[in-house]
C-alpha cells in the first residue's frame, strides 16, 4: 500500500530556532515529491523534487531528496512566528492517473 | 501561479439534504480536478480523480453515490454531497492540473480555498 509518513506530527520551538522537517515514503512508480505549507485555508505550494541529492532553497527554506532512502526533508532555519502552519509532504506517483498521496503533516507552532 | 477557485466558501445546510461545491480553473485548463477532504488539524484525503468528460475515480472508503462528481468542461468540477449528514462535515478542497506545458514546467496541482461544509 502506497503511503506517506511525516515526522514529527507536531514541533513547537523558539523565534530563530531551526528546524527540520521529515517525509519518508513508500510509492510505486514515484514521480515527484512536493513540499506545501498550510495556513488557515489551501495549501501553498514550497517546493518539488525529482532528483536526488540536489537541494532546493528559498529564502530561509531548503529541502533535499534522498529517493535511495526514500525521504526528503525540509529545512526552516531562523524560524519566525509566521512560519507557524502545518506542513504537507505529498508524492505524486506515475501511471496511476498522476495520483498525489499526502503524508499526515507536520504542525509547527514559533513562539515569540 | 495558476488560480482555482471555490463557490460557496463554506455552506451550512440541514441533515438530508444535498450541497454542491464548484471548482473552477480560472486562468487554465484543468484536464484533472482532485477532490479532497480536511478533517480538523489533519492532512487532506484524497477522495476522488476526475478527468475531463470521463468519470471520476473514487479513492477506496468514498461512496460514489454520495459524492457525485462532475467534471464536464476543463474549467469546472463538482462535488454534490447527496443527503448530507453532520458526519460529512468537514473542509473540502479541490485541485487542478494540467497535462500541457505551458502552465508550468512543474506540472504542480493547485488548490482552490476549500469549502467549509457544516451539516445540522
Known amino acids: 500500500e502506497d503511503k506517506v509518513v511525516q515526522s514529527p506530527l507536531s514541533l513547537v520551538v523558539h523565534e530563530g530556532d531551526t528546524v527540520t522537517l521529515n517525509c519518508s515514503y513508500e510509492?510505486?512508480?514515484?514521480?515527484?515529491l512536493l513540499w506545501y505549507k498550510q495556513e488557515k485555508k489551501a495549501p501553498t505550494f514550497l517546493f518539488m523534487l525529482t532528483s536526488s541529492g540536489i537541494e532546493k532553497k528559498s529564502g530561509r527554506l531548503s529541502s533535499i531528496l534522498d529517493k535511495k532512502e526514500l525521504f526528503s526533508i525540509l529545512n526552516i532555519t531562523a524560524t519566525q512566528t509566521g512560519d507557524s502552519a502545518i506542513y504537507l509532504c505529498?508524492?505524486?506517483?506515475?501511471?496511476?492517473?498522476?495520483?498525489?498521496?499526502f503524508g499526515t503533516g507536520t504542525s509547527l507552532t514559533v513562539i515569540p | 501561479g495558476a488560480v482555482v477557485s471555490q463557490h460557496p466558501s463554506w455552506v451550512i445546510c440541514k441533515s438530508g439534504t444535498s450541497v454542491k461545491i464548484e471548482c473552477r480553473s480560472l486562468?487554465?485548463?484543468?484536464?484533472?480536478m482532485f477532490w479532497y477532504r480536511q478533517f480538523p488539524k489533519q492532512s487532506l484525503m484524497l477522495m476522488a480523480t476526475?478527468?475531463?468528460?470521463?468519470?471520476?475515480?473514487?479513492e477506496q472508503g468514498v461512496e460514489k453515490d454520495k459524492f457525485l462528481i462532475n467534471h464536464a468542461s476543463l474549467t469546472l468540477s463538482t462535488l454534490t454531497v447527496t443527503s448530507a449528514h453532520p458526519e460529512d462535515s468537514s473542509f473540502y478542497i479541490c485541485s487542478g492540473r494540467t497535462s500541457g506545458r505551458g502552465l508550468s514546467s512543474y506540472n504542480e496541482q493547485f488548490f482552490g480555498p476549500g469549502t467549509r461544509l457544516t451539516v445540522l
Open positions: 486562468d487554465f485548463q484543468a484536464t484533472t
Open positions: 510509492v510505486t512508480n514515484f514521480r515527484s
Open positions: 476526475s478527468n475531463e468528460g470521463s468519470k471520476a475515480t473514487y
Open positions: 505529498a508524492v505524486e506517483a506515475r501511471d496511476t492517473g498522476n495520483q498525489f498521496y
